[in-house]
């Protein structure tokens, strides 16, 4: 044998190595589960990485840390123990950055978690406050429960949890309290945990994680009651007073809250800063009137410069899928979306079932004048199931891959008999996508709540998206995505478009404050003003889709 610089290896046995490679990956393509069930699976694995979004090349771990190292994650992670940390990011491009400021926050708070976290000893001291019930003043808030605390309870779907959720993690932020999660049963599977080192999902033991399922314990902890019946003093943050070891706070759809308008008024948050535990029930994303918030306005401000990122940094710290959720999620996108030129999310969600016809006919519409999708060509023959195979397609043909996201099969079963059925004017293939159609929402499910994160990140992968108007779910899409996204709008309400273009990527607070009801904003007579918001806050702006609701834009001149 000739010998070759280096080390030199019989020839039978590099022909053995060769067919190894080879025959491997075609073994595991072709055997149904070897891919889950086989020690073999994990070595190609490691040997062969599958292609995300815009990557020319299989990228390895070092490079799948230097894309996620834009400073939002502290260091010190095991890649391991959650994937898409390290690698969310290959398969979507983003240009926000979140600021210094907020990085910088996010290390104390992280210092904060970690020596107030749970079964630490100012936690157990907490505990033993809340269970005793007795008021607490300055003196013991500053000896026995030196840290506070904020419990976030979920409620309706995972758009909804999920908006505000991070809407609840930026109150902790802007009042350095731990924030603990009551990750029902339905979660528990959804998420890695946040932060090194220190857990965030509430004990099962915690004395008030049944607070806000029981109404009278609600009501008779309820901080709005409290305040709009004058029995807490407000008073200024040197003054001593007493305050109770915990309230309750619900800001659960605004219309349905105990006075809502008053938690967002300086004088009640200056009372709520002594208070060791809060517990908060919420299904909106409140972020808005947080800004509004004269104490915690500067501070809001710049942590985000960008108004438009707030959401979209949030739910990437503190969301990010589970390893289990992850495979779904990028062994979905790795079989029928990655190999496409262009993906386009169309994100479904319907009110009233009789007008499915009508939007189906609106959706049609909107993919074709808005996201460019292309119209078919009548004159064109019927395209046949060989002419149509993709080993058929010439190496100029462009593909474009349609992700619906719906609880409703109508919708794809539809647009994807029509677009097989006939040839595009551009000769463009089209491929529509479905991944679940659950038929109906099911709360208080796991594996529904599984596929639902599933289909938001997937939505959140494609270039183009188009989301139904007034759903959470398409929201938080939206935003996690930091796609501005085309909004269907509901038929039979005199809408006479199809869809309208979204003003920013953030959520929209469907249900804010009806009036700015707190001692500063009174008139001379003493009753509450009724302003419009947007009319004096730049970055304020009513949402395209529920005009009553607000959300932030971006702004560009001086504030």
């Known amino acids: 044998m000739e010998n070759q610089q280096g080390l030199t290896v019989p020839r039978s046995f590099l022909t053995a190595m060769a067919v190894c490679f080879i025959a491997l990956p075609v073994l595991v393509i072709l055997v149904p589960g070897i891919h889950h069930e086989s020690s073999i699976s994990d070595v190609l694995g490691r040997l062969y990485k599958l292609h995300p979004v815009g990557q020319g090349a299989a990228h390895n771990d070092s490079n799948a840390h230097n894309l996620s190292d834009d400073g939002l994650f502290a260091p010190g992670f095991d890649e391991k123990s959650c994937l898409s940390r390290f690698q969310h990011r290959l398969y979507r491009k983003s240009e926000r950055k979140p600021s210094a400021y907020l990085l910088s926050k996010l290390r104390s708070y992280e210092h904060l978690h970690r020596r107030c976290g749970l079964y630490t000893d100012p936690y157990n001291r907490t505990l033993t406050v809340i269970r005793s019930g007795e008021d607490v003043d300055d003196t013991t808030t500053g000896s026995i429960t030196a840290c506070k605390y904020l419990i976030w309870h979920p409620v309706n779907g995972l758009g909804n949890r999920m908006i505000s959720l991070a809407s609840t993690f930026l109150y902790a932020l802007l009042t350095d309290r731990v924030l603990l999660a009551d990750l029902t049963q339905d979660m528990a599977d959804l998420f890695c945990e946040p932060f090194l080192g220190s857990p965030w999902i509430l004990p099962l033991e915690f004395p008030l994680r049944n607070l806000a399922r029981n109404g009278k314990l609600r009501f008779a902890h309820s901080a709005g009651k409290a305040l709009k019946n004058s029995t807490l003093k407000v008073t200024p943050p040197d003054s001593p007073a007493k305050a109770p070891p915990f309230l309750f ?172 059925n006939k040839q595009t004017v551009s000769g463009e293939v089209i491929k529509f996508y479905q991944p679940s159609h659950e038929g109906k929402q099911r709360f208080e499910d796991g594996e529904h709540n599984m596929k639902a994160l599933v289909e938001i990140y997937l939505l959140s992968m494609c270039e183009k998206l188009v989301i139904s108007a007034d759903s959470t779910f398409g929201y938080a899409a939206q935003g996690l995505g930091a796609n501005r996204a085309w909004i269907l709008l509901r038929p039979g309400y005199g809408f006479l478009d199809s869809c309208v273009r979204d003003l920013s990527v953030e959520p929209c607070f469907q249900w804010p404050p009806p009036s700015r009801n707190c001692i500063g904003d009174r008139n001379n007579s003493g009753s509450s003003r009724h302003d419009d918001v947007t009319e004096n806050v730049a970055y304020l702006k009513h949402c395209e889709d529920w005009k009553s609701g607000v959300k932030l834009v971006d702004v560009h001149e001086e504030l």
């Open 249 to 420: 706070i619900n800001l659960y759809q605004g219309k349905y809250a105990d006075e809502p308008s008053s938690f967002y008024c300086d004088e009640s948050q200056s009372f709520l800063r002594r208070v060791p535990c809060l517990s908060l029930l919420s299904d909106q994303y409140f972020v808005p009137s947080l800004f509004l918030i004269k104490s915690f306005k500067k501070e809001a401000i710049r942590l985000f410069p960008e108004k438009e990122a707030v959401y979209h940094h949030l739910v990437h710290y503190l969301m990010l899928p589970s390893n289990q959720a992850w495979e779904l999620i990028t062994r979905f996108y790795e079989a029928n979306l990655a190999k496409a030129d262009e993906r386009i999310g169309l994100q479904v969600r319907v009110f009233e079932e009789q007008f499915i016809p009508i939007l189906t006919d609106k959706i049609l519409t909107c993919l074709q004048n808005q996201t460019h999708l292309p119209k078919i060509d009548n004159k064109k023959p019927k395209l046949s199931s060989s002419s149509s195979s993709p080993r058929n397609q010439t190496p100029t043909t462009t593909t474009t891959a349609v992700l619906i996201t719906s609880l409703y099969p109508q919708f794809y079963q539809n647009l994807s008999t029509m677009y097989s």
